[in-house]
């Protein structure tokens, strides 16, 4: 499927969308398709410093245990808790009620790192 | 409170649990009618707050029979499980191992009579460091995935002894079982994984760049987890050892080499085996099971404890030494046990300590020493070539009319994938999988290794009949052409068996799995 515009993706598969100084990031729905029906999302604590394409959680499913990985850097300020109970929204709506963190940005020139919907959309049919 | 009827006697959905049959009164006591429990029991034991069921000796009987009719084994149908060689476990293995001289023998017993005991577990230990080029094993871990624990605690206390503590890096390839990344986080290392290059093997430049003096061990499995044998192992074991790291071998695929190449010879310094999966012993339900970990001579004295340890019979033991000089008079070769003592040695100041208490699993001891000299040196070699054939057989069949990513002469296990399969009809690996079910076989591994999407992963084993194989074969062909044409159907999957599809994330969202009174 075509991968929404305005958002940036990794290679890892993650989208983040930048709005001002936040962004917020989740997994696209080539990562949730792949992995199945997610049972559990293990989402880094708010106030967390991270950096981009670090580690920083964990997305268990029925057929896999997956890595996280942030596709940007800066601090969490928010977390998507209602995925604790319900971890189905990341498949049922990747980019929109599942997605996973809220991050302040540390440097805005990490976006130049990310890949256009064009671009993400090669990697994931290929 | 219901008691069985002839319809739970039929297979159905939801058999009654064993708390919700039965009457008061009706378990069958052998204790005289009228005595009271404390003539036979302490009365400190005694106690009647604990719910269980009063059930017949009979209905009992039958409801473990009943639930034994809906599990699959090895024992009823074909079970190509990749990456957990689940083979046909010889009963003469149970044989041995239910004699009375082992079955009953008590942990306690002091080691001058459970000599018999004690040289089965050195006979099996000397076998297996000789098949696996390794200078000693320890019996004592309970599993695979224990010993693994086993051997990170050794390498830890390795570099520890030798000030090395800077040491925090477990390198794991992405071909490598699901297990190691977990011991190594378990004994408090660091780990990084290493992404497998085209041709499915750990790349030695890859490797390079991320060995260090903070690299402590490396976790392979040759062959890996693609079942593809790692050919630049030598290379690979000389760079980790270049940087003063050792070399870890995960014998999950051992039944691909055993009595052909051994660890020791590639440059591996630690290893485990699964005594489940190469050496026939049981797969028990996670439990019971037996994982030996071996170690080259630098790490012997890090071994869990005890060891067996072996020593000639004393001169002034006149008795055995008659007897003795009889059976040689008599022309019987001298056994071991007439000239040797054996004995648990619990004194190892440097051992990380036992894993488990007592001596292990003897009986699984028994029992894959019984396959062993069943098969001999030469037979057990033979087991590894049929493996590699069958799958290979299997292999080429399958690549027929499913994508099979890495077409070459694998070990004793392949990965085939339904990708193209899922893009063009949407039946996925998964609905294979159970389809199979429906035709009386179990699946194989599923998404694993993570690297083959779709992927399953299939291991025949060598004890397998070319009619068998060949009818998996005609089966799966058929399952893919059924989903070309009626999709729906596989996925519908499957229909014929007790429990139909079940609901996986549901199962693991809300697991049901401890009865309480109503």
């Given at each position: 499927?075509?991968?929404?515009?305005?958002?940036?993706?990794?290679?890892?598969?993650?989208?983040?969308?930048?709005?001002?100084?936040?962004?917020?990031?989740?997994?696209?729905?080539?990562?949730?398709?792949?992995?199945?029906?997610?049972?559990?999302?293990?989402?880094?604590?708010?106030?967390?410093?991270?950096?981009?394409?670090?580690?920083?959680?964990?997305?268990?499913?029925?057929?896999?245990?997956?890595?996280?990985?942030?596709?940007?850097?800066?601090?969490?300020?928010?977390?998507?808790?209602?995925?604790?109970?319900?971890?189905?929204?990341?498949?049922?709506?990747?980019?929109?009620?599942?997605?996973?963190?809220?991050?302040?940005?540390?440097?805005?020139?990490?976006?130049?790192?990310?890949?256009?919907?064009?671009?993400?959309?090669?990697?994931?049919?290929? | 409170?219901?008691?069985?009827?002839?319809?739970?006697?039929?297979?159905?959905?939801?058999?009654?649990?064993?708390?919700?049959?039965?009457?008061?009164?009706?378990?069958?006591?052998?204790?005289?009618?009228?005595?009271?429990?404390?003539?036979?029991?302490?009365?400190?034991?005694?106690r009647d707050d604990l719910p269980l069921p009063d059930n017949s000796e009979l209905d009992v009987v039958r409801h473990f029979t009943q639930l034994s009719q809906r599990?699959?084994?090895?024992?009823?149908?074909?079970?190509?499980?990749?990456?957990?060689?689940?083979?046909?476990?010889?009963?003469?293995?149970?044989?041995?191992?239910?004699?009375?001289?082992?079955?009953?023998?008590?942990?306690?017993?002091?080691?001058?009579?459970?000599?018999?005991?004690?040289?089965?577990?050195?006979?099996?230990?000397?076998?297996?460091?000789?098949?696996?080029?390794?200078?000693?094993?320890?019996?004592?871990?309970?599993?695979?995935?224990?010993?693994?624990?086993?051997?990170?605690?050794?390498?830890?206390?390795?570099?520890?002894?030798?000030?090395?503590?800077?040491?925090?890096?477990?390198?794991?390839?992405?071909?490598?079982?699901?297990?190691?990344?977990?011991?190594?986080?378990?004994?408090?290392?660091?780990?990084?994984?290493?992404?497998?290059?085209?041709?499915?093997?750990?790349?030695?430049?890859?490797?390079?760049?991320?060995?260090?003096?903070?690299?402590?061990?490396?976790?392979?499995?040759?062959?890996?987890?693609?079942?593809?044998?790692?050919?630049?192992?030598?290379?690979?074991?000389?760079?980790?050892?270049?940087?003063?790291?050792?070399?870890?071998?995960?014998?999950?695929?051992?039944?691909?080499?055993?009595?052909?190449?051994?660890?020791?010879?590639?440059?591996?310094?630690?290893?485990?085996?699964?005594?489940?999966?190469?050496?026939?012993?049981?797969?028990?339900?996670?439990?019971?099971?037996?994982?030996?970990?071996?170690?080259?001579?630098?790490?012997?004295?890090?071994?869990?404890?005890?060891?067996?340890?072996?020593?000639?019979?004393?001169?002034?033991?006149?008795?055995?030494?008659?007897?003795?000089?009889?059976?040689?008079?008599?022309?019987?070769?001298?056994?071991?046990?007439?000239?040797?003592?054996?004995?648990?040695?619990?004194?190892?100041?440097?051992?990380?300590?036992?894993?488990?208490?007592?001596?292990?699993?003897?009986?699984?001891?028994?029992?894959?020493?019984?396959?062993?000299?069943?098969?001999?040196?030469?037979?057990?070699?033979?087991?590894?070539?049929?493996?590699?054939?069958?799958?290979?057989?299997?292999?080429?069949?399958?690549?027929?009319?499913?994508?099979?990513?890495?077409?070459?002469?694998?070990?004793?296990?392949?990965?085939?994938?339904?990708?193209?399969?899922?893009?063009?009809?949407?039946?996925?690996?998964?609905?294979?999988?159970?389809?199979?079910?429906?035709?009386?076989?179990?699946?194989?591994?599923?998404?694993?290794?993570?690297?083959?999407?779709?992927?399953?992963?299939?291991?025949?084993?060598?004890?397998?009949?070319?009619?068998?194989?060949?009818?998996?074969?005609?089966?799966?062909?058929?399952?893919?052409?059924?989903?070309?044409?009626?999709?729906?159907?596989?996925?519908?999957?499957?229909?014929?068996?007790?429990?139909?599809?079940?609901?996986?994330?549901?199962?693991?969202?809300?697991?049901?799995?401890?009865?309480?009174?109503?």
């Open positions: 499927m075509a991968q929404p515009e305005g958002l940036l993706y990794s290679k890892e598969h993650e989208w983040v969308k930048i709005e001002g100084d936040t962004a917020l990031v989740g997994i696209t729905d080539y990562a949730q398709n792949s992995l199945g029906d997610i049972v559990y999302v293990e989402l880094p604590r708010v106030g967390k410093a991270i950096s981009q394409f670090g580690n920083v959680g964990v997305v268990e499913s029925v057929k896999a245990v997956s890595d996280l990985f942030t596709p940007i850097g800066g601090e969490v300020l928010e977390i998507n808790d209602t995925l604790e109970n319900d971890p189905a929204a990341v498949n049922r709506d990747p980019y929109g009620a599942g997605w996973l963190f809220k991050v302040k940005l540390a440097d805005a020139n990490e976006k130049n790192n990310l890949l256009s919907a064009a671009d993400y959309e090669k990697i994931a049919t290929e | 409170m219901s008691t069985l009827t002839s319809n739970d006697l039929a297979l159905n959905a939801a058999p009654p649990l064993i708390f919700e049959l039965g009457q008061e009164g009706r378990a069958n006591r052998y204790v005289e009618e009228g005595k009271p429990l404390e003539q036979f029991l302490p009365k400190t034991l005694l599990t699959f084994g090895i024992d009823l149908g074909f079970y190509p499980l990749g990456s957990c060689t689940m083979k046909y476990n010889p009963r003469i293995n149970d044989a041995m191992a239910s004699k009375r001289e082992f079955a009953q023998l008590h942990p306690y017993t002091p080691d001058e009579f459970s000599q018999g005991a004690l040289q089965v577990m050195y006979e099996l230990e000397r076998s297996l460091a000789s098949l696996f080029g390794m200078a000693a094993f320890s019996l004592n871990p309970s599993a695979g995935a224990h010993a693994e624990l086993a051997a990170l605690l050794i390498a830890k206390k390795y570099f520890k002894d030798r000030g090395e503590t800077r040491r925090d890096k477990v390198i794991v390839p992405d071909t490598a079982h699901g297990t190691n990344p977990a011991s190594a986080a378990m004994c408090g290392f660091k780990v990084i994984s290493l992404p497998s290059d085209e041709r499915g093997r750990v790349s030695v430049e890859e490797i390079k760049k991320v060995l260090g003096d903070d690299t402590a061990v490396c976790m392979m499995t040759n062959p890996n987890t693609l079942g593809l044998f790692e050919d630049h192992i030598h290379e690979i074991a000389a760079a980790v050892h270049e940087v003063g790291g050792l070399m870890y071998y995960d014998g999950a695929n051992a039944n691909a080499i055993m009595g052909n190449v051994r660890p020791g010879d590639m440059g591996f310094d630690l290893m485990h085996l699964n005594l489940h999966k190469t050496f026939t012993i049981p797969h028990g339900g996670g439990g019971a099971g037996h994982g030996p970990v071996g170690v080259a001579a630098h790490l012997v004295e890090y071994l869990p404890t005890p060891v067996v340890r072996a020593a000639l019979r004393q001169a002034q033991d006149d008795t055995r030494a008659q007897d003795d000089t009889r059976a040689s008079q008599n022309g019987r070769p001298l056994a071991p046990s007439d000239t040797m003592t054996f004995s648990l040695d619990f004194d190892r100041p440097k051992s990380i300590g036992p894993m488990r208490s007592f001596w292990s699993n003897v009986a699984h001891a028994v029992r894959a020493l019984s396959y062993m000299y069943a098969n001999g040196a030469d037979g057990l070699k033979k087991v590894s070539q049929l493996a590699v054939l069958n799958a290979n057989y299997v292999r080429v069949k399958v690549a027929d009319f499913l994508e099979t990513p890495y077409p070459e002469i694998c070990r004793h296990e392949f990965v085939a994938s339904a990708q193209e399969l899922k893009k063009a009809t949407g039946v996925k690996a998964l609905d294979i999988a159970k389809s199979l079910l429906d035709h009386g076989m179990m699946a194989p591994t599923m998404y694993f290794p993570l690297i083959v999407p779709e992927c399953l992963m299939i291991e025949p084993t060598e004890t397998e009949s070319k009619e068998t194989l060949d009818h998996f074969i005609a089966v799966l062909r058929e399952i893919v052409e059924t989903a070309r044409k009626e999709p729906e159907t596989v996925m519908a999957a499957p229909v014929t068996t007790v429990v139909g599809r079940v609901d996986e994330t549901r199962a693991a969202r809300q697991p049901n799995l401890k009865w309480e009174p109503a």
